[in-house]
């Protein structure tokens, strides 16, 4: 089955600690992206990747950085220097098209990350 | 900057009625996309409907259509037959042609009463 996975769906973790979160797609989409989701809030972007080793930052991206290194792969880290981390994490991919996004993003399953 | 707003935090439908989710945005480009999203209790976001700015013709996919008015920057999504499986979160989403930026609105929540 294609579609994009998201490990783990609940992580919990100290206040101080970075954190890793995986999100792996089998798409082949070239663009990738990561958004944050607080209550009663829509989506906001944290950062996002056009290609392989290539990211820009989102709205949200301070206390976050992210890598790409394979197509597939498009891991988040939410360091210690975020201040409120607590909150659901979407990552998403989509189609690459020479004029940008004009074709949708298709979304995981999500994380919801509990800093203790 | 662009902005998406959903005036309606929630709202409900009977079942097998008809229920109209209102959407606006601001933005001063001429092309652009929009979408509406649904996120169920699961909060997997799923698509439901996507508009292109310089297409007249609304989208319409099954049971659900939109009202897309350019000039009043309006994009209205509209559920005939209303079914308990569409009770959820429904967010709308704008982008700029050659953006790769998605903005949301903050969503509304969705009940079908049986």
């Known amino acids: 089955d294609g579609g994009i996975t998201q490990s783990p769906k609940y992580l919990f973790r100290k206040e101080g600690q970075n954190v890793t979160l995986s999100c792996e797609q089998n798409?082949?989409?070239?663009?990738m992206y990561w958004y944050r989701q607080d209550p009663g809030q829509g989506l906001r972007l944290i950062y996002y990747?056009?290609?392989?080793?290539?990211?820009q930052k989102g709205d949200i991206a301070e206390g976050y950085s992210v890598s790409r290194e394979k197509k597939e792969s498009f891991p988040l880290t939410v360091t210690s220097a975020q201040k409120n981390p607590t909150a659901f994490y979407l990552c998403a991919s989509s189609p690459r098209t020479s004029g940008g996004l004009t074709d949708t993003q298709y979304f995981g399953p999500g994380t919801r990350l509990t800093v203790l | 900057a662009q902005t998406v707003t959903q005036s309606q935090p929630e709202m409900s439908v009977q079942e097998a009625e008809t229920v109209t989710l209102s959407c606006t945005y601001d933005?001063?480009?001429?092309?652009?996309?929009l979408f509406w999203y649904k996120q169920p209790p699961s909060r997997q976001m799923i698509l439901v409907i996507r508009?292109?700015?310089?297409?007249?013709q609304n989208a319409t996919e099954n049971r659900f259509s939109v009202n897309f008015q350019k000039a009043a920057k309006s994009f209205s999504l509209k559920i005939s037959d209303s079914q308990l499986g569409d009770t959820a979160m429904y967010f709308c989403a704008w982008a700029g042609a050659g953006s790769y930026q998605l903005t949301f609105g903050k969503g509304t929540k969705l009940s079908v009463i049986p």
């Open positions: 508009q292109e700015a310089y297409k007249q």
């Open positions: 798409l082949n989409h070239d663009a």
């Open positions: 933005t001063s480009e001429n092309n652009y996309y």
């Open positions: 990747s056009q290609i392989v080793n290539d990211f």
